[in-house]
């Protein structure tokens, strides 16, 4: 039982949190009445959707690598790589996955279908990565920094949130940042380049050097991309956007502290930094904490209609 759970890879479940980006911005997380909204059991909905459809694509993907996986010091012990799970068990688990993921689409998020076809969506993005993308440089992380999007916007569609278009450029630039360091961080950890292209095609194109300029390039976008969520007055946020400027130095911090991390050949990725790492963990539940505090404390600055709506009337007889 232990091997299969494995083969879900629960851990990386964390990468749906994105879903909830909507409830927390959107300032729906408390009713008037100091309750939780209906909207959070939605969003939690579309959190089970996204981790049984991910664990699907994990399945398929081990599947289709696990000879390429043998040669990794830690894939290795993968359930299907060493040998615990078998295909034919493996692809029975991920049919069960898919009809319960059917269930909830159905009977959970039936009456919005807009994000139930962002998940479905997802799936399809995640096949394209793992029998295509992921063999062509650059290409394999912006289909996984899309993947992160997707969740952002099912999220907001399954409670009815509009997010800022600065919002999802900075989710996708962030993402695309994770993603470099991914690559980064297996490049470190098998670290002969032969053994590195066994393991993953891509990696005999990317060197050191590709990966810190991307690193660097979406960094910086990242942050800017952030800044600029905080000061664009559309669309209106039900809370003083403004004030989120002054987490800067959280997010400045835990992307430094990702980048230092990367290159020591410790970590596997992103999920391993926020498990393993606990000055960044502790950074991320800061920033989300005083995120929140911003959220659910503050009002919007007032427009300048709001300041005085009261219509101009010209004297005629000024003009003579």
């Given at each position: 039982m232990g091997a299969y759970l494995r083969l879900l890879r629960p851990p990386q479940w964390?990468?749906?949190?994105?879903?909830?980006?909507?409830?927390?911005?959107?300032?729906?997380?408390?009713?008037?009445?100091?309750?939780?909204?209906?909207?959070?059991?939605?969003?939690?909905?579309?959190?089970?959707?996204?981790?049984?459809?991910?664990?699907?694509?994990?399945?398929?993907?081990?599947i289709v690598d696990r000879e390429q996986d043998r040669l990794h010091p830690t894939k290795s012990k993968r359930p299907l790589a060493s040998g615990e799970v078998t295909v034919p068990a493996a692809i029975?688990?991920?049919?069960?996955?898919?009809?319960?993921?059917?269930?909830?689409?159905?009977?959970?998020?039936?009456?919005?279908?807009?994000?139930?076809?962002?998940?479905?969506?997802?799936?399809?993005?995640?096949l394209f990565y793992s029998f295509a993308a992921k063999r062509v440089i650059i290409l394999d992380v912006i289909t996984i920094a899309v993947g992160f999007v997707l969740r952002a916007y099912a999220g907001a569609e399954a409670v009815d949130v509009f997010v800022s278009p600065w919002l999802i450029v900075c989710t996708f630039t962030l993402c695309l940042f994770l993603g470099f360091g991914k690559r980064r961080c297996e490049l470190a950890v098998i670290g002969d380049d032969s053994d590195a292209a066994k393991h993953r095609p891509t990696l005999a194109e990317y060197t050191p050097e590709v990966l810190t300029t991307g690193l660097n390039i979406s960094a910086g976008l990242a942050i800017v991309t952030f800044l600029l969520y905080t000061v664009d007055p559309l669309p209106p946020a039900p809370f003083d956007k403004a004030k989120l400027m002054y987490t800067l130095p959280l997010v400045v911090y835990g992307i430094f502290r990702y980048l230092m991390l990367i290159?020591?050949?410790?970590?596997t990725g992103p999920t391993d930094v926020i498990i393993r790492d606990r000055p960044f963990l502790l950074t991320v539940l800061i920033w989300v904490l005083v995120a929140q505090m911003i959220v659910l404390n503050t009002k919007p600055p007032p427009t300048d209609a709001g300041l005085d709506a009261r219509p101009v009337v010209v004297d005629p007889s000024a003009a003579r």
């Open positions: 964390i990468k749906n949190v994105f879903v909830f980006a909507g409830v927390a911005f959107g300032n729906k997380l408390l009713g008037p009445d100091g309750v939780l909204w209906d909207s959070v059991l939605v969003a939690w909905l579309a959190f089970i959707a996204f981790c049984a459809a991910s664990s699907v694509t994990y399945i398929l993907n081990d029975g688990l991920a049919v069960t996955l898919l009809a319960a993921m059917g269930l909830v689409l159905v009977f959970g998020l039936g009456d919005r279908p807009v994000c139930g076809g962002i998940i479905v969506g997802y799936l399809a993005l995640n290159g020591s050949g410790r970590i």
